[in-house]
T-cell receptor, first 114, second 114 residues
Framework: DAGITQSPRYKITETGRQVTLMCHQT?????MFWYRQDLGHGLRLIYY???????DKGEVPDGYVVSRSKTENFPLTLESATRSQTSVYFC?????????????FGPGTRLTVT | AQKVTQAQTEISVVEKEDVTLDCVYE???????LFWYKQPPSGELVFLIR??????QNEISGRYSWNFQKSTSSFNFTITASQVVDSAVYFC???????????FGSGTQLTVLP
């Protein structure tokens, strides 16, 4: 199916473990984004990518790593998970320049770090 | 810095009532875009509208309408004849950081009661 998918949808991990959240889009959109959503903070940008092999930090990048070797994939890795990284993570894509165009969001990954 | 304020944290209405969600923004840009997104109970974020600051005409799409007033830095969203399916969290957003990031308001939880 066309669209943007995230996996896993739910994940429980322990403090200190490495976790990778996957994001895949079928539109060939150039821009992709990772957000986290927390009560009291709304949606905050972690990282974004303007194209394959081009990534940049957002508002809250510490503790996260991204890569984009292919246009359609934009994985997010928590190198050593902490409890403060318990959140709902959304991936999004956009065909236009950065945040000037509408972004299409994946269904989200609910991550719990114990 | 860009800022989006949604002062209404929660609104509850009875079905068929009209409801307006407020959005006030701050920006130093002379031209900019504004967005509204909907997050239903299922969790995904759905794009509703993108508005260019050049165009101050009201936008209407079915039961949805948007009132953009540059003079008061507001971009309010009205749902006419609300329905239970309109129950969701609604976010207003504004690009920032050289248009690379989308700054979201904290959201308004709308509950439409049958």
């Amino acid at each position: 199916d066309a669209g943007i998918t995230q996996s896993p949808r739910y994940k429980i991990t322990e403090t200190g473990r490495q976790v990778t959240l996957m994001c895949h889009q079928t539109w060939s959109h150039s821009y992709m984004f990772w957000y986290r959503q927390d009560l009291g903070h709304g949606l905050r940008l972690i990282y974004y990518s303007a194209a394959a092999d081009i990534t940049d930090k957002g508002e809250v990048p510490d503790g996260y790593v991204v890569s984009r070797s292919k246009t359609e994939n934009f994985p997010l890795t928590l190198e050593s998970a902490t409890r403060s990284q318990t959140s709902v993570y959304f991936c999004a894509s956009s065909e236009g320049q950065g945040a000037l165009y509408e972004q299409y969001f994946g269904p989200g990954t609910r991550l719990t770090v114990t | 810095a860009q800022k989006v304020t949604q002062a209404q944290t929660e609104i509850s209405v009875v079905e068929k009532e009209d409801v307006t969600l407020d959005c006030v923004y701050e920006t130093r840009d002379t031209t900019y875009y504004l967005f509204w997104y909907k997050q239903p109970p299922s969790g995904e974020l759905v794009f509703l509208i993108r508005r260019n600051s050049f165009d101050e005409q009201n936008e209407i799409s079915g039961r949805y309408s948007w009132n953009f007033q540059k003079s008061t830095s507001s971009f309010n969203f009205t749902i006419t004849a609300s329905q239970v399916v309109d129950s969701a969290v609604y976010f207003c957003a504004l690009p920032s950081g050289s248009a690379r990031q989308l700054t979201f308001g904290s959201g308004t939880q709308l509950t439409v009661l049958p």
